[in-house]
């Protein structure tokens, strides 16, 4: 391939992680995905295990305990510094890779699905089975809800053509995308020339013998983490080497309209952002107040029922009430295009915040209990007649920050979320405004939303948090 | 292509079955059995002082009665204090004998929320008696 014009060129990526020495080769290698997906099979199937067989007590147990404690906290830690490392991992899709394609003549995924509405009803139904079923204190069902992962996306991409589970379905995968949307590192092409004069796109296409991407990406368009799950199939199937996995500006792809403007993708955003505000509010004492004044006024003592309200209002009603009325009133204030149009443009500026406040939320688990992990591998060692790590537990290993540290933790990281939406949401109205004034007019609704996500989520923090759930397990 | 495909399949399935007769057989771990039944004829009972249970430092009392109502002395009484939420490191204490059968010691309940402690107590004859008691501590 000769190049005539240099000046055209974008220049290559500064840092690309797929061009590291040994790491790059690795995760290019064909059977790279499956390095990271065979430990973390393993590891579920002993948690489906010990879910399964093991101790009734949630603190006791691999299953609870490496799914609420470490798992979610390891997930925000790796889409802050790296991106969409899990999914990249994703155990439930081995199948994909070891079966290369399961049903490579298998049926598209019908065009009225192809959107996020039902991932968005996944992830809200999932956060409200974990409310409803006090998930983190039971190790039988978490142990249940991960074989109903492996079995989902295992149905869902034998039967189809493409990877819908991942990209229309999955409510890890929802989470992760949008939480991937503030990560550091992003796929694109290396040369803008080679993929214009590439005849075959196999990034996209696949060849006879490596797959394409599953969620049907094209790399040379991609601006955004939003769906790509970080199989790198496109950087094994391109014939050029032109496919890479690079450092981008903080916070770039919020704030250079990536994202389609759609009124799923936005409400998305903003779903996952009132989800973070309500799966802390979920734990602390308030909450269940609420739940018994509710249940007081209602006449009922049906849980289910009272908690339905609760968090349809918090995941579904609060989210879209939010979202279209500042829309509204931005368009109101400065003019402008219709409803969705102004929604899908302002909607990205709400995701540094939201994510700051999971984050500071499974850091508070993470930080204080990520070391009960090693007498909880003791004991299952031990049950199992095997005396590799010690004879005897040591259950005094818990925190890996003091408590205060904690605070300071949950705190900071919401101050430094607010900030970054700020930085956002101000960039967006810059580049729709000419006028400044205009500009400022059209960010007011929406800073007035994050102040008011900012101040929710301080609160909560400041209250102390609650366990509850399951007496009798 | 078409062997692996069904190998695929296969090894689904069996892992599916494999779990599904885990979980229909409830087959128990070492560490799990017997949990809940105090060893022949021991009653074992638990009770805190302030109650209900307040987040802070408390008294736990455990009190060891035989079949024929007699005091349990000179067992050694070990309580855990579990939270309901993954990831809580547990309240660990050991009871001393203050009056013949009846075990004291000082409990610091961390959190609010569902606590289970566990009590398990070895008795002189060498046998253990293990329960657990649910509760609930508030602020
Ligand atoms: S296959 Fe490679 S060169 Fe072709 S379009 Fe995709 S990334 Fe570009
Ligand atoms: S763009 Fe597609 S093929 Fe490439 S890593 Fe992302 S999901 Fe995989
Ligand atoms: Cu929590």
């Given at each position: 391939m000769t190049r005539t014009s240099a000046s055209l060129h974008r220049p290559a990526?500064?840092?690309?992680?797929?061009?590291?020495?040994?790491?790059?080769?690795?995760?290019?290698?064909?059977?790279?995905?499956l390095v990271f997906q065979a430990p973390l099979a393993v590891i579920a199937a002993v948690m489906i295990y010990d879910g399964l067989t093991?101790?009734?007590?949630?603190?006791?147990?691999?299953?609870?305990?490496?799914?609420?404690?470490?798992?979610?906290?390891?997930?925000?830690?790796?889409?802050?510094?790296?991106?969409?490392?899990?999914?990249?991992?994703?155990p439930f899709?081995?199948?994909?890779?070891?079966?290369?394609?399961?049903?490579?003549?298998?049926?598209?995924?019908?065009?009225?699905?192809?959107?996020?509405?039902?991932?968005?009803?996944?992830?809200?139904?999932?956060?409200?089975?974990?409310?409803?079923?006090?998930?983190?204190?039971?190790?039988?069902?978490?142990?249940?809800?991960?074989?109903?992962?492996?079995?989902?996306?295992?149905?869902?991409?034998?039967?189809?053509?493409?990877?819908?589970?991942?990209?229309?379905?999955?409510?890890?995968g929802a989470f992760?995308?949008?939480?991937?949307?503030?990560?550091?590192?992003?796929?694109?092409?290396?040369?803008?020339?080679?993929?214009?004069?590439?005849?075959?796109?196999?990034?996209?296409?696949?060849?006879?013998?490596?797959?394409?991407?599953?969620?049907?990406?094209?790399?040379?368009?991609?601006?955004?983490?939003?769906?790509?799950?970080?199989c790198l199939d496109c950087a094994r199937a391109c014939p050029h080497d032109n496919v890479a996995l690079a450092a981008r500006k903080p916070l770039s792809e919020l704030t250079n309209a990536a994202w389609p403007r759609r009124w799923d993708v936005a409400l998305l955003a903003l779903v996952f952002t009132f989800a973070a505000l309500g799966n802390a509010f979920g734990m602390v004492p308030p909450v269940y107040e609420l739940e018994a004044a509710l249940a007081g006024w209602l006449g009922t003592d049906n849980e289910v029922l009272i908690l339905a309200l609760i968090f349809g209002v918090l995941y579904v009603l609060a989210p879209v009430l939010a979202g279209v009325g500042a829309a509204w009133l931005s368009r109101g204030l400065a003019g402008g295009e219709r409803i969705r149009?102004?929604?899908?443009?302002?909607?990205?500026?709400?995701?540094?915040?939201?994510?700051?406040?999971?984050?500071?939320h499974y850091w508070f688990h993470f930080a204080s209990g990520a070391l009960t992990i090693i007498p909880v591998?003791?004991?299952?060692?031990?049950?199992?007649g095997v005396a590799l790590l010690g004879s005897a537990p040591n259950w005094r290993l818990g925190a890996i920050l003091p408590a205060n540290g904690l605070f300071l933790l949950e705190l900071g990281s919401v101050l430094i979320g607010f900030l970054a939406s700020l930085a956002v949401l101000r960039q967006i109205a810059d580049n729709a405004h000419n006028d400044s004034r205009m500009a400022r007019r059209a960010m007011t609704p929406w800073l007035v939303l994050l102040v008011l996500v900012a101040v929710l989520a301080v609160t909560l923090f400041t209250l102390p948090m609650e366990m509850r759930g399951m007496m009798t397990g | 292509?078409?062997?692996?495909?069904?190998?695929?399949?296969?090894?689904?399935?069996?892992?599916?079955?494999?779990?599904?007769?885990?979980?229909?057989?409830?087959c128990q771990r070492a560490s799990q059995q017997g949990?809940?039944?105090?060893?022949?004829?021991?009653?074992?009972?638990?009770?805190?002082?302030?109650?209900?249970?307040?987040?802070?430092?408390?008294?736990?009392?455990?009190?060891?009665?035989?079949?024929?109502?007699?005091?349990?002395?000179?067992?050694?009484?070990?309580?855990?204090?579990?939270?309901?939420?993954?990831?809580?490191?547990?309240?660990?204490?050991?009871?001393?004998?203050?009056?013949?059968?009846?075990?004291?010691?000082?409990?610091?309940?961390?959190?609010?929320?569902?606590?289970i402690v566990t009590v398990t107590a070895s008795l002189a004859d060498g046998t253990t008696a293990e329960q657990q008691f649910d509760l609930s501590v508030t602020r």
């Open positions: 990526p500064a840092f690309d992680l797929l061009r590291v020495p040994g790491l790059g080769r690795l995760l290019r290698w064909r059977w790279g995905r093991g101790p009734k007590l949630a603190p006791q147990n691999l299953a609870t305990v490496a799914t609420w404690v470490h798992y979610r906290g390891l997930v925000v830690l790796a889409l802050l510094l790296a991106g969409n490392l899990f999914c990249m991992s994703c899709t081995l199948p994909r890779t070891l079966a290369q394609r399961l049903a490579r003549h298998g049926r598209r995924w019908p065009r009225a699905l192809r959107n996020k509405w039902l991932a968005i009803t996944l992830f809200v139904g999932l956060l409200f089975l974990y409310e409803a079923f006090d998930l983190w204190a039971s190790p039988w069902l978490t142990a249940w809800l991960i074989v109903a992962y492996f079995v989902a996306a295992f149905v869902f991409e034998a039967l189809f053509a493409e990877s819908p589970f991942c990209k229309y379905l999955c409510p890890i992760n995308f949008v939480g991937s949307t503030i990560s550091p590192l992003q796929i694109t092409s290396r040369d803008a020339d080679v993929c214009r004069s590439c005849v075959g796109k196999e990034c996209v296409n696949g060849s006879a013998q490596v797959l394409g991407c599953g969620t049907e990406l094209f790399v040379p368009q991609i601006r955004s983490n939003l769906d790509c799950v970080l149009v102004v929604l899908g443009r302002y909607a990205p500026a709400v995701v540094p915040l939201g994510f700051a406040i999971w984050f500071a591998l003791q004991s299952f060692m031990i049950d199992h | 292509m078409l062997a692996r495909k069904t190998a695929t399949r296969t090894l689904i399935l069996t892992l599916l079955a494999l779990s599904l007769s885990l979980a229909l057989t409830g949990n809940s039944a105090p060893a022949s004829g021991v009653t074992m009972d638990f009770t805190i002082d302030p109650d209900p249970a307040l987040v802070g430092q408390t008294q736990a009392i455990v009190t060891l009665t035989a079949a024929d109502g007699q005091p349990v002395t000179g067992a050694t009484v070990a309580l855990k204090g579990d939270m309901s939420h993954a990831g809580m490191q547990p309240v660990l204490a050991d009871a001393a004998e203050q009056d013949p059968g009846v075990y004291r010691t000082e409990f610091t309940w961390t959190m609010a929320g569902d606590w």
